[in-house]
């Protein structure tokens, strides 16, 4: 889902402050196809679609798709693993966090760490039929 469904999915792991645990994708770089992000409380597919980033929840017994390798030594991810997921949100929309009222989305941000712990913040942007994936700036 690329609007509130795909994005309460990242909520709710951020609610529970789940761990980054493991990273795949269809190929290392600042672009992928597909992104798996494993949590200690579920894992996440994030793909681009024709609205934008699209979240879907995968079960424990298989669904993301072959061929993907891991991104944990890449960059940004090696920063973030084993560090909590504390807010996910729209990119653009940097006042309020939550997927209320939201249409498409083509920027997803994800803040790793509490605010009171060097949070960086990862965003997985929509281009066409790859997410480009960039560390903002602190």
Request: hydrophobic letters at 40%; charged letters at 30%; proline letters at 5%.
């Given at each position: 889902?690329?609007?509130?469904?795909g994005l309460e999915i990242l909520?709710?792991?951020?609610?529970?402050?789940?761990?980054?645990?493991?990273?795949?994708?269809?190929?290392?770089?600042?672009?992928?196809?597909?992104?798996?992000?494993?949590?200690?409380?579920?894992?996440?597919?994030?793909?681009?679609?024709?609205?934008?980033?699209?979240?879907?929840?995968?079960?424990?017994?298989?669904?993301?798709?072959?061929?993907?390798?891991?991104?944990?030594?890449?960059?940004?991810?090696?920063?973030?693993?084993?560090?909590?997921?504390?807010?996910?949100?729209?990119?653009?929309?940097?006042?309020?966090?939550?997927?209320?009222?939201?249409?498409?989305?083509?920027?997803?941000?994800?803040?790793?760490?509490?605010?009171?712990?060097?949070?960086?913040?990862?965003?997985?942007?929509?281009?066409?039929?790859a997410l480009r994936v960039s560390?903002?700036?602190?």
């Open positions: 889902m690329a609007t509130q469904g909520e709710r792991a951020a609610e529970a402050r789940g761990k980054l645990l493991r990273v795949e994708g269809d190929r290392a770089g600042a672009t992928v196809g597909v992104l798996g992000l494993t949590f200690d409380v579920g894992r996440v597919l994030v793909t681009p679609g024709e609205e934008g980033v699209e979240v879907r929840a995968l079960e424990a017994s298989g669904g993301e798709p072959e061929g993907l390798g891991a991104l944990d030594e890449e960059e940004p991810w090696w920063r973030f693993l084993g560090h909590p997921i504390t807010v996910a949100w729209p990119g653009g929309v940097e006042e309020g966090v939550g997927a209320r009222g939201l249409g498409s989305l083509m920027v997803l941000k994800l803040r790793f760490r509490e605010e009171n712990e060097n949070p960086r913040v990862v965003r997985l942007e929509a281009t066409g039929n560390l903002e700036p602190v």
